[in-house]
């Protein structure tokens, strides 16, 4: 059974951006814990119940590669990654299957979340998909909404046709009805490291 469920869920991390606010630095790429913030994302994903993991990358794309190339994921290349995130979602759904549950839509910049987080948002989403094709799964910490977000591959149209810098926020809002949120034990699916500041308050 476990089995068919890993099967069902591909993760999408977006990796192609340039990551401005932390100056001149690749924030993907920053040495944290003996490896780039990007390869304890990926690792912690692989490790978890999702098992298909499509990488988009754009920026700096040949480090970004090389940062991960020990690990099993599938690259796309997004030639559009200055024009917003949400270049790389359709790129990476686009590219992902089509005949799965979900997308998890994660963020390469979140180097706390653990195998076992993201194994509980992805059975929690799950569990959602089997009363709802419609589910949406979001993580939330105390009240406060984080990442990564997973949508029912229903939503792939939407998905591949949307046009907002924010991501796949639009498809969230329109459909309240059908968000599950997922209470998290740890603030790690709020822990991004936008700016200088935020890496460096990192445990």
């Known amino acids: 059974m476990k089995e068919a469920k890993t099967s069902s869920l591909s993760a999408v991390v977006l990796a192609a951006g340039e990551s401005r606010r932390m100056g001149a630095k690749n924030k993907l790429l920053l040495p944290y814990k003996s490896k780039a913030v990007i390869a304890h994302v990926v690792e912690a994903i692989l490790a978890s119940d999702v098992r298909q993991v499509h990488v ?4 700096e794309q040949e480090r970004v590669r090389e940062a991960l190339q ?4 599938s690259f796309v290349e997004n030639p559009d990654y200055e024009q ?3 270049t ?3 790129a990476g759904v686009r590219h992902a299957e089509e005949d799965v549950a979900g997308y998890m839509i994660c963020l390469s910049d979140l180097p706390l ?3 076992d987080e993201y194994s509980h948002l992805a059975q929690a989403f799950l569990a959602h ?3 709802s094709p419609h589910a949406i799964a979001v993580p939330r910490f105390e009240g406060q909404r984080g990442n990564p977000v997973t949508l029912s591959s229903i939503y792939r149209p939407a998905m591949l046709s949307h046009q907002g810098i924010m991501g796949c926020r639009g498809i969230v809002k329109q459909h309240p009805e059908h968000v599950h949120f997922v209470d998290m034990s740890t603030d790690h699916v709020l822990r991004d ?3 200088p500041e935020a890496f460096s308050g990192l445990p």
């Open 84 to 86: 917003g995130m949400g």
């Open 88 to 90: 790389s979602i359709r």
């Open 129 to 131: 998909h089997q009363a």
């Open 113 to 115: 979340i653990t195998a």
């Open 193 to 195: 490291v936008d700016t």
């Open 56 to 59: 988009v990358v754009g920026h």
């Open 70 to 73: 020990s690990y099993s994921v």
